[in-house]
């Protein structure tokens, strides 16, 4: 079955914990990107990645690291989480820059205390 | 900068109505819209696009207009079911830009009651 998977789904965190939220997706996808989703916000693109070692700034990058080493993984870093990245993260996939349908993830949910 | 933003944040239809959701945007140069639904607890799915050649593309009891004129985008949704009900956002994209970035709306909550 072809998904972006995410982990963890749920996480409550204290300030400055370093955390890693994992994504892989099965589907051989180019290009790879992460959301926050926020009430009244919407969804903020947060960093993308065209391909293997090729990432790049989305909307709101303060506070966050990415890496793509490998095609299918596009984990997102908090080195020193804060109370106002609080939020559902979301990560999606799609084919090429082309344009055409981003695979979503089914979001992971952090608290940061 | 570019905005992508919704008429109304909430409808409220009964069950077998055709609904409406509208969807402005700011950014001339947008060539791409998509529409997504996303439903509690879920991440969002893709349910159709367009392209700005198109004035019109329909999909199973889905409908997306694009009137390039007014920079405004709608999704109609037919006979509307239960199973609709979810929060749906418009996005759009300039595919010719340096990168590949999809503006979202914030979306509108569709409630549809039985």
């Known amino acids: 079955e072809a998904q972006v998977t995410q982990n963890p789904r749920y996480l409550i965190t204290v300030t400055g914990k370093k955390l890693t939220v994992t994504c892989s997706q099965n589907m051989n996808h180019e290009y790879m990107s992460w959301y926050r989703q926020d009430p009244g916000l919407g969804l903020r693109q947060i960093y993308y990645s065209m391909n293997v070692e090729v990432t790049d700034k989305g909307d709101v990058p303060e506070g966050y690291k990415v890496s793509r080493k490998e095609k299918r993984n596009f984990p997102l870093i908090l080195e020193s989480p804060s109370p106002n990245q609080t939020s559902l993260y979301f990560c999606a996939s799609s084919f090429s820059r082309a344009g055409g349908e981003l695979f979503f993830g089914e979001g992971s949910r952090l608290t940061v205390l | 900068g570019e905005s992508v933003g919704l008429h109304l944040p909430t409808l409220s239809v009964q069950e077998g109505d055709n609904s409406i959701i509208n969807c402005a945007y700011s950014n001339s140069a947008s060539d791409y819209f998509i529409w997504y639904k996303q439903e509690s607890g879920k991440g969002p799915q893709f349910i159709i696009d367009?392209?700005?050649?198109?004035d019109k593309r329909q999909g199973q009891r889905v409908t997306v207009l694009l009137n390039k004129t007014v920079k405004h985008l709608s999704l109609q949704i037919a006979a509307t079911q239960p199973g609709d009900s979810a929060v749906y956002f418009c996005?759009?994209?300039?595919?010719?830009?340096?990168?590949?970035?999809?503006?979202f709306g914030k979306g509108t909550l569709l409630t549809v009651n039985p």
């Open positions: 996005a759009d994209e300039n595919s010719g830009g340096s990168n590949y970035k999809l503006t």
């Open positions: 367009i392209r700005s050649n198109m």
